[in-house]
């Protein structure tokens, strides 16, 4: 439970660690986990239908970040949702990770008082230290070596969706443990991480954390001796020592 805790934590500092202050409403930086960039308004025509040709996935659902002039209050998430946009979580500044049903959906955008598009980046969806094995492995510095993750998906995409995708670059998933949580865990070659980053369907990686160690022995007896031993609370600090 509390390797799970910790990916909760983590995904949620995917794209935040921002300082509060010195921020305004003229302040469009958007920081992500690795990096923060500051989006040119692109909510045109011309700009989304170019983002829409660039898509390697026009007619499949993706994620996306969508910025706003202000955040969309209920009423305009509702449209969004209707039109194929579900905003997902909220990154500073005025920005949402966003599933999008296809690329045509985008054009609602227009009507919207949304500021910028900007597509994710395999980077964004990894864990620094990952990234760093990865970077290792790519400069010669380090030998190939596989390493188990665990892959957090949003609730837009099923697991069969999941499945698929990943059977797309050889992938299959090593553990469905934790899929009613979203995060199921796979078993890769370190050379795959960017891969498995480009998918539509993967919204954050990160190292699978290892199996927690006992805290304690399960044979009464010696469970009784260390409380015996212990000097915290609830213990008696009996060391045998006259």
């Known amino acids: 439970m509390k390797s799970f805790i910790h990916l909760i934590a983590i995904v949620l500092i995917l794209f935040l660690s921002i300082p509060v202050h010195g ?7 958007i920081h992500f986990r690795n990096r923060s960039v500051t989006p040119i308004p692109n909510i045109s025509e011309l700009g989304l239908k170019s983002f829409t040709k660039r ?13 706003f002039e202000e955040i969309p209050n209920a009423s305009a998430r509702k449209q969004l949702l209707e039109s194929g946009i579900e905003l997902l979580d ?6 949402y990770l966003a599933s999008v049903r296809n690329a045509d959906a985008l054009l609602v955008l227009q009507k919207s008082n949304a500021r910028a598009i900007i597509g994710l980046i395999p980077e964004d969806k990894i864990h620094l230290g990952l990234l760093t094995k990865a970077a290792s492995f790519q400069e010669g510095k380090g030998a190939a070596e596989q390493v188990k993750v665990w892959v957090n998906y949003p609730t837009t995409f099923t697991l069969q969706e999941v499945k698929n995708e990943l059977k ?19 078993d890769l070659d370190i050379s795959q991480l960017k891969a498995l980053a480009s998918l539509n369907c993967v919204k954050y990686i990160q190292e699978a954390p290892g199996k927690m160690k006992e805290l304690n022995d399960k044979n009464p007896a010696y469970s009784k001796s260390n409380v015996l031993k212990s000097n ?11």
Do not use: M, R, W
């Open 23 to 29: 921020q305004h409403t003229s302040d469009f930086q």
């Open 232 to 242: 915290l609370t609830g213990g008696f600090n009996l060391s045998g020592k006259g």
């Open 55 to 67: 898509s390697t996935t026009p007619h499949a659902k993706f994620l996306i970040v969508i910025q």
């Open 90 to 95: 909220y990154l500073p500044s005025k920005a």
């Open 168 to 186: 797309s670059i050889g992938l299959a998933i090593l553990s469905e443990e934790h899929a009613h949580y979203q995060i199921v865990e796979l």
